[in-house]
């Protein structure tokens, strides 16, 4: 009956994105823009002749001066990930040149006079992309070629920011799965990063078609927090569950009894290392002092101990205090229907406003979904649910 229910819990989830996306306000610029419903299409024709590029989606041009871009992983004799490389510097950013083509009303090639330029810092993205033959790259605008000033940009029609993610589809041949389920997901969930897409011209060498696509962080338009007050403990925050960040990962509830999904050292299977852990992507870094940080993991531990307590079992927690469900409930739908095998261990935000509760979101990476893992997913079941 789970099964069934479940079932047509997410038909209806599906057939409601449709019309919902089939209806969006293209005039009200507070709305969602699906680039699909208000480009120009691939056969609106083009005079030039031929010799070069012609393209009806926005055009990327990238100048890095022949600098190698870094974030490279750097494996060891197990081929595992034991670091990525940086600039001549140090420095894990190089900067670089960005001119935009994205005159919606005539097609873009190598080259036009571009519509926006700009200087950038630029890195090799992800994590298991990384090793991929086709990169993607994290991009901050800014003023000058030190990166010390930010610069931002309204990119493609989207909300003005400096900080954006160029996703390489590699594993996902369809090219469209980011896009499609972007968008779906904010007409279901609320907020989801905007997306378009485009191609990249990467130091003269064509690169494919891209996915320009907002980053998650705080800001009026994307994760919309009340402001941090300099020196108080007390916080509204952004945190995200993956894979361990250094020494950044907080120490919370499920972190210290290994209730998170975990994993052990192939030389020695008696020794556990947790494989996904909590880090704290809002207040920025600079703000992040031990009693911030304290306050974040307790408020987090107290609700994950609520979770796992006998009272939760006796109905005697009352979680919707502390939690949106309905935010929860939305994501596991989503994420079930979807096959998403990254949902609670990797690419996972949450955030919660000082005056508010823990909201899980926004959504993150659909590369893999839709049965486009590398692993075989059994039919006829719940594979989240039942995951453990």
């Known amino acids: 009956m789970k099964y069934r229910i479940a079932g047509i819990a997410a038909m209806v989830l599906v057939l409601l994105a449709v019309f919902l996306a089939d209806n969006v306000d293209t005039e009200n610029p507070e709305k969602r823009v699906h680039q699909h419903l208000t480009a120009r299409q691939q056969d609106a024709g ?25 974030g490279e992983p750097i494996l ?17 950013m190089i900067s670089a040149k960005l001119s935009v083509m994205s005159n919606e009303e005539q097609n873009h090639h190598p080259t036009d006079t571009p519509d926006m330029e700009s200087n950038i810092m630029i890195r090799i993205r992800g994590n298991s992309s990384r090793h991929f033959n086709k990169k993607s790259y994290r991009v901050k ?40 389920w972007m968008n779906i997901s904010a007409e279901i969930m609320g907020y989801a990063p905007e997306v378009r897409f485009c191609e990249v ?19 009026d338009y994307r994760v919309n927090l009340s402001n941090y007050e300099e020196g108080s403990d007390q916080t509204s925050y952004l945190v995200l569950l993956d894979d361990p960040d250094g020494n950044r990962i907080l120490n919370n509830y499920t972190q210290y009894t290994y209730e998170m999904e975990f994993s052990t050292k192939e030389d020695d299977p008696e020794q556990v290392t947790s494989s996904t852990g909590i880090q704290v992507l809002y207040p920025q870094e ?3 002092s031990q009693g911030v940080l304290d306050y974040i993991q307790r408020d987090i531990s107290r609700i994950e101990r609520g979770l796992y307590s006998s009272d939760m079992v006796s109905g005697q927690y009352d979680y919707e205090k502390e939690i949106d469900v309905d935010s929860f409930v939305d994501y ?31 959504v993150w990476d659909y590369n893999n979904m839709l049965d486009n893992y590398i692993r075989t997913f059994a039919s006829g079941r719940l594979y989240l649910a039942n995951r453990g």
């Open 332 to 362: 596991y739908i989503l994420q079930e229907f979807l096959l998403n095998n990254d949902m609670f261990s990797r690419s996972t935000y949450f955030y919660r406003d000082v005056r508010g509760k823990l909201t899980v979101g926004p």
């Open 201 to 219: 011209i990467l130091n003269g060498e064509y690169q494919g078609v891209y996915v320009l696509m907002e980053t998650i962080k705080e800001d």
């Open 76 to 92: 060891n004799d197990q081929s595992e990930t034991i670091g990525y490389t940086t600039a001549a510097d140090g420095n894990t």
């Open 286 to 288: 600079e703000y992040q």
């Open 141 to 180: 605008l800014v003023e000058d070629t030190e990166g010390l000033v930010n610069r931002d940009l309204p990119l493609l029609g989207m909300s003005k920011e400096n900080d954006w993610a160029l996703h390489g589809p590699f594993l996902d041949k369809t090219l469209i799965r980011n896009y499609m």
């Open 46 to 70: 083009c005079d030039c002749d031929g010799t070069t590029l012609c393209t009806h989606l926005p055009l990327l041009v990238i100048d890095t001066g022949g600098v190698v871009i870094p």
